[in-house]
T-cell receptor, first 109, second 116 residues
Framework: GQNIDQPTEMTATEGAIVQINCTYQ??????LFWYQQHAGEAPTFLSY????GLEEKGRFSSFLSRSKGYSYLLLKELQMKDSASYLC??????????FGKGTSLLVTP | GAVVSQHPSRVICKSGTSVKIECRSL??????MFWYRQFPKQSLMLMAT?????????EQGVEKDKFLINHASLTLSTLTVTSAHPEDSSFYIC????????????FGPGTRLTVT
């Protein structure tokens, strides 16, 4: 079965750093994805980790520990436009994605 | 590059009718397409995996006779919701994967279905 957990909501201040955690227990693993989704829109790709370690891409970084079934997404220098839902998803062997319930991030002035 | 379109973007239909949603990869060939749905304030749930020229693989709990998927070409997959009911009202999103290797898949903009 698939079990992907992430916090429901988080609030952070503009300019700050926020870390969104994701833990997973899945029967197959072909990488972990992070997506950003604004209300009523399709998800947009942020990052992909298949090996342990940190992947950095501009203001966004993602970390993976396969032995712990754990990932986090780190957002730096938060901007108001970063207010969105952040989805953690695990890919199965065919790259179909199993999504967590998403973390709604609110960035305040 | 790597653009996926969906049509229609919004549709309202009466209970008992059928609705077809198209998913197209505009500038690449998609050997695999995935269909997801998202209920309000919930995350995306995988419905089925569609490979060109073969039958779709449905996730547990998704009725294959109700949600008909056809992946007739490398650039087009269709999802038909047959005999729609209000509980089928949802946001349906497709994604397309390029080739057989690599991890990237590209999401369409989604179709908002409302069944009255």
């Amino acid at each position: 079965g698939q079990n992907i957990d992430q916090p429901t909501e988080m609030t952070a201040t503009e300019g700050a750093i926020v870390q969104i955690n994701c833990t997973y227990q899945t029967s197959g693993f072909n990488g972990l994805f992070w997506y950003q989704q604004h209300a009523g829109e399709a998800p947009t790709f942020l990052s992909y980790n298949v090996l342990d370690g940190l992947e950095e891409k501009g203001r966004f970084s993602s970390f993976l520990s396969r032995s712990k079934g754990y990932s986090y997404l780190l957002l730096k220098e938060l901007q108001m436009k970063d207010s969105a839902s952040y989805l953690c998803a695990v890919a199965n062997s065919g790259y179909a994605l199993n999504f967590g319930k998403g973390t709604s991030l609110l960035v305040t002035p | 590059g790597a653009v996926v379109s969906q049509h229609p973007s919004r549709v309202i239909c009466k209970s008992g009718t059928s609705v077809k949603i198209e998913c197209r990869s505009l500038d690449f060939q998609a050997t695999t397409m995935f269909w997801y749905r998202q209920f309000p304030k919930q995350s995306l749930m995988l419905m089925a995996t569609s490979n060109e020229g073969s039958k779709a693989t449905y996730e547990q709990g998704v009725e294959k006779d109700k949600f008909l998927i056809n992946h007739a070409s490398l650039t087009l997959s269709t999802l038909t919701v047959t005999s729609a009911h209000p509980e089928d009202s949802s946001f349906y999103i497709c994604s397309a994967k390029m080739g057989t290797s690599g991890y990237e898949q590209y999401f369409g903009p989604g179709t908002r279905l409302t069944v009255t």
